[in-house]
């Protein structure tokens, strides 16, 4: 059955509406629950696993075939509850909302795919679907169980969203991410500076070094996420 315009945009707001960011641990349980009732919907055995102040990942199993392809998806986004935004048609072709993209769309399209697919999975196919709640602050909990899962499938395909209409990624760059600490000597900034010493100065010269390491011809970049210091 094909599902109309109207009928998708309102899958997609019954998604957007709910707010699920990262470090939204409420909204993004009550997101995770939602989602993981339209999985066992499609007929998949669901295990939920916790990590601690993160959301917890959803394992989805379907089949029992030696033959595993795995799907990837995350339910939390960037946007705080605060500030969260409903889904709102701008055009024929066109809506926004906080996480329409990145990625509940992604993860409608999927369960659209399967909707679809399983029916005809061969007897000796399965699918697993690792849906995950951390993916935004870099997976700490959840990579763990993706990798587990990854050692037993034949291919992967993620349901991120493309920049460039019917794209296909095959290879993403890799992320490392850290965290720079400076100490300083404490003193009275007008009476004590030529004692004193600035964490916050030292930390400048760092970044600032750190930025030179941008190589666009490599597609190697640099961000600097959150600065904090000083009292």
Do not use: W
């Not at 699918?127 to 992967?156: H, N, Y």
């Not at 010493?197 to 190589?215: E, F, G, K, M, P």
């Amino acid at each position: 059955m094909e599902l109309s315009r109207e009928q998708v945009i309102e899958r997609l707001r019954a998604y957007v509406d709910m707010p699920s960011g990262s470090y939204d641990l409420t909204g993004l349980s009550a997101f995770i629950s939602r989602v993981e009732a339209d999985m066992r919907s499609l007929g998949f055995d669901v295990v939920r696993h916790s990590g601690q102040g993160v959301g917890d990942t959803l394992v989805c199993t379907y089949g029992s075939g030696s033959r595993t392809l795995l799907l990837l998806g995350h339910m939390d986004t960037v946007f705080t509850h605060e500030n969260s935004q409903k889904l709102s048609v701008v055009d024929e072709d066109t809506v926004s909302g906080s996480g329409v993209m990145d990625m509940k769309g992604g993860l409608l399209i999927m369960q659209e795919a399967l909707r679809r697919f399983l029916p005809t999975l061969p007897e000796e196919g399965k699918v697993v679907c690792v849906l995950s709640g951390d993916e935004e602050i870099g997976a700490g909990f959840s990579s763990s169980l993706i990798s587990r899962c990854a050692k037993d499938a034949f291919a992967c395909l993620s349901y991120e969203p493309m920049r460039e209409s019917g794209a296909l990624v095959r290879s993403r760059k890799g992320v490392i991410s850290f965290t720079v600490r400076c100490t300083g000597i404490s003193g009275h900034a007008g009476a004590a500076y030529l004692t004193s010493a600035s964490a916050i100065q030292q930390l400048c010269v760092v970044i600032n070094r750190l930025y030179t390491l941008r190589d666009d011809a490599r597609n190697v970049s640099v961000n600097i996420g959150v600065i904090h210091g000083g009292t």
